[in-house]
Structures are given as structure tokens and as C-alpha cells.
């Protein structure tokens, strides 16, 4: 016990990702896995929301479990204040919550003039009111307030003391792409359980393109204001926009082809905030 105790606490940037998967992909086999993997869809729209609970308190369980381990009290105090950093400048918080929507309608309004399938959710549901408040409710309490405790609270700031925000944002943004591999395959299954490719793979290249490269911009966001709370604002926002409000009815090739107009559009974001940066520390010289 004391040697794994000595190894989290000389290795808690390994010991917090090896644990987030154990415990949430744990979670994915242990409750989803006598359903067939992949499930059926009738299955998956029964049992996700208990399927995922394990799943989504992989990351902040894993950042409670190592920061008493590695900073006991004090870090507990730290991840705390910065849950709680809100006096930060406004257009953080525009950022922050207008990034992820207004990118994602820049690209849907004028695919969708050529497809109805690009059409946003918010536009074609008849239940306006409960789609905003399930996307809103989802994304904040499902994705940042379960997950950036762990991810952008525990993980981040480590890696930053040996790399740099890019690298960082790069090494946290794959690894979190590859973290909803599982659940994605276990609700890919079709009518009968069988894998359907057209399920599986959008979103497969959403997390290992998309999600990098918007985990970079999260990173530099929290780089500018230490504050979790804005990242956790980030993330719903994303959630949010992508998956529930602004979420077409497409699917296949054309969910493919949204997502990689999306993912390009991002890496212009992220070249932008890099010279941004380079340019800044050299008028700083």
C-alpha cells in the first residue's frame, strides 16, 4: 500500500488519466456490458443515463482520490478557490460561452441551405424550452462540472510545469478524446446490436479532431484566468451547442463532413491564439 501511495504521489500526472479510465470505462463494462457491447439503440436510450454516471465522475472522482493523496488539505483548498474564481474579465465569459455556438451556426446555416439535415435542433423541435434547458442542464452538470474538476483542475496545471500550453492542451485534449471511445462503442450498436459503422465513426473523428484542438482553447482560457468555473462554462457550452441546442439531425457522411469543416475551423482558432501569443511575447521584449 505504501509503495502505490509513494508511485501516485511521484507519478499523479499517469496515476490521474490510468485512473479516469479505469473508473469510468470500469463503470461502462460493469453496468453496460451485459447489454451486449456494442448495445442495441433501444437499449442505449433506456440505460445511458445510468450507464454514464460512473462514467462522467471518472475525472473529478480521480482528482478528489489523487489530491488527497499527493496535496491533502491544501489542495483540496486550491481546487476549491479556483471552482470558485468568477472575477474575471467579461469577454472571458464571451469566450468562454459564445466560442463553441457561434461557430458551430457559422457552419450549420449555410450547410443547411443545401442539406435540412444541417438544419440546428433549436430550429426544428417542436419542445424549444426543454431542449434548451436539457442541453444547458447536461452540459454543465454532465460534462464541466463532473469533468473539468479532474481534467482542467487536477491534470492541467501539472502538465503545464513541463510543457507548454499547446503541448498541453494536445496531450489532455487526445487522451479526452480517446476517453469516450468506449461509451461511443457501446451505443453504436443498431436495431439488432450489431456495430453500425455510421454511428461509430463521426463520432470517433469529432473526439480526435474536434475535441483537441477545442481542449487547447479551454487551456489557454484557464492559462489567462485561473478560473475552473469559466472553463466549466467552456465545456457546457460545447456540450451544449454540439451535441443538444445547435445539434443537426444528420448523420453518415454528412455528420462526417460537419465535423470536419468544424474541426478545420478550430485549428485556424488555435493557429490564431498561437501567434497571438508569439506575437505578444515578443512586443514584451
Known sequence: MIH????????????????????SWG???LLGGPYGMPTTQENFQKLW???FLPYLLGPSLSSFILTGIVDGKVGFQSLIARMMTWRVKI???TIALLTAPLLVLTILVPLSM??????????TTVDKLGLLITGIAVGFFGGGFLEEPGWTGFAVPR???????LSTGLITGFLWGVWHFLPTFWGSGDSSGVLSLSLLLPPCFFYLAVLPAFRVLMVWVYDRTKSLLVVMLMHMSLTTSTL?????????????????VLAIALWIG?????LAANTGEQNSL
Do not use: R
Not at 244 to 260: D, W
Open 244 to 260: 443538444f441546442i445547435l445539434a443537426p439531425s444528420a448523420n453518415g457522411i454528412q455528420l462526417f463532413f460537419y465535423y470536419l
Open 49 to 51: 443515463p445510468i450507464v
Open 27 to 29: 463503470g461502462v463494462l
Open 270 to 274: 488555435v493557429l490564431a491564439v498561437k
Open 114 to 123: 443545401n442539406s435540412p439535415a444541417y438544419l440546428p435542433a433549436i430550429f
Open 159 to 165: 502538465l503545464k510545469l513541463q510543457h507548454s500550453l
Open 91 to 93: 469577454k472571458w465569459y
Open 4 to 23: 502505490i501511495k509513494n508511485y501516485l504521489k511521484s507519478h499523479p500526472i499517469s496515476s490521474y488519466f490510468i485512473l479516469t479510465f479505469v473508473i
